[in-house]
């Protein structure tokens, strides 16, 4: 999936939501130490930035050299970009070898991957004890009025994306999750959780124009996101100057290698 992103970078670093602390102090707590963390799909560096709290040396990596020339500067995160090219033990060497990683996080992204790649290089590199944590989320909550005209557009949306998306959909109940539950859902069962932000009608629109299946459609020459419907959103937001306290409905999967 190498990059899918790229095009809509900017929108991506300024429209997403954050990650509540709490999350990665509840999963810090999960590790009996706290050397390294690698934040894989690290994009402009929001979760890497959070681990770091907790975490003496964070990696961020990335297929996109673009999301990567946005990641955002922390002295303990170090930002690395990881072609499609790159082989497991170069990779490996790159973080800090086998058996070296107390904490894996993937922030919206682990749908992407080739997962029994992905999931092999995480058994090799995660220390006994480690924990690999991945979580998405996958609608919002505005209103009564607003949330039917979103379901729709997400439904007009679904033919140009990858079919990887349907996880994303799904509530990564149907993900691939061959580790050992550590309290934070497992495989067929995420943890639901939900991401309060305060939100314009701005930043909703910078959300929906990040999407890929936006960016793909327009290249194909389809506007999923039409003068006609701005309207529609914007009257069922309440207008353009309304500020709202919205919920994002986000999942996780958190778990060990086992033994």
Same mark, same amino acid.
């Given at each position: 999936m190498a990059g899918l992103f790229d095009k809509q970078a900017d929108l991506y670093l300024d429209?997403?939501?954050a990650y509540p602390k709490e999350w990665y102090s509840k999963l810090a707590d +999960?590790?009996?130490h706290h050397s390294l963390a690698w934040d894989v799909g690290t994009g402009n560096g929001q979760a890497a930035i959070g681990v770091a709290e907790h975490y003496k040396q964070v990696i961020g990596?990335?297929?996109s050299e673009s999301q990567l020339q946005r990641a955002m500067p922390h002295p303990l995160v170090r930002y690395a970009h990881t072609p499609l090219t790159m082989t497991d033990d170069e990779l490996i060497a790159l973080i800090g070898g086998e058996s070296s990683v107390d904490l894996v996080t993937v922030a919206q992204a682990v749908h992407w991957f080739d997962l029994p790649k992905f999931y092999s290089l995480v058994s090799r590199l995660l220390k006994p004890g480690g924990? +690999?944590?991945v979580w998405c989320y996958n609608h919002i909550e505005v209103c009564p009025e607003f949330d039917p005209i979103v379901k729709r557009l997400e439904d007009t949306s679904l033919p140009y994306y990858h079919r990887n998306i349907q996880y994303v959909f799904d509530g990564y109940k149907?993900?691939?999750f061959p580790f050992q539950s550590a309290g934070f859902g497992?495989?067929?069962s995420p943890l639901a959780l939900d991401i309060p932000k305060k939100l314009s009608f701005e930043g909703f629109l910078k959300m929906v124009r990040s999407w890929s299946a936006v960016n793909t459609a327009k290249e194909q020459g389809v506007d999923l996101l039409p003068?006609?419907?701005v309207k529609e959103f914007e009257v069922a937001w309440g207008g353009t100057k309304l500020v709202r306290s919205v919920s994002y409905k986000a999942f996780m999967l958190a778990g060990k290698v086992k033994v």
């Open positions: 429209s997403r939501p +999960l590790t009996p990596t990335d297929v924990v +690999l944590a149907t993900l691939p497992c495989e067929g003068e006609k419907l």
